[in-house]
């Protein structure tokens, strides 16, 4: 059974930092790229950030740009930095895998991701 499992999500206030991390089980995510997209209240879920499997670059949504740093911690998992946390960052947080992303605007387009987590949700007070 293949599995995406987040974790390290809570309550923080503004300002603050939260980890986030992903682990794949049940086959090879080895050349898998790995991103994080996230659901908010009422609204659609969105691209965060992704990390191809060489794990070389990292993609970014401009509202997380310098405040979030996605990083590939082995062949299975990734894990998501995020600092200087705002309200509006309050969402259910998920990770996903995708397999033979060749451009650059696939990375943000969570049709072409094969695997999700169940989420984790992250909140982030005023």
């Known amino acids: 059974q293949v599995q995406l499992v987040e974790s390290g999500g809570g309550l923080v206030q503004a300002g603050g930092s939260l980890r986030l991390s992903c682990t794949g089980s049940g086959r090879s995510f080895y050349r898998d790229a790995m991103g994080w997209f996230r659901q908010a209240p009422g609204k659609g879920r969105e691209f965060v950030a992704a990390?191809?499997?060489?794990?070389?670059?990292g993609y970014y949504a401009d509202s997380v740009k310098g405040r979030f740093a996605i990083s590939r911690d082995n062949s299975e998992s990734t894990t998501l930095q995020m600092s200087d946390l705002k309200p509006e960052d309050t969402a259910v947080y998920y990770c996903?895998?995708?397999?033979?992303?060749?451009?650059?605007?696939?990375?943000?387009?969570?049709?072409?991701?094969?695997?999700w987590g169940q989420g984790t949700q992250v909140t982030v007070s005023s």
């Open positions: 990390i191809p499997w060489t794990g070389y670059t």
């Open positions: 996903a895998s995708a397999i033979g992303l060749k451009y650059t605007r696939e990375y943000s387009d969570l049709t072409r991701y094969d695997y």
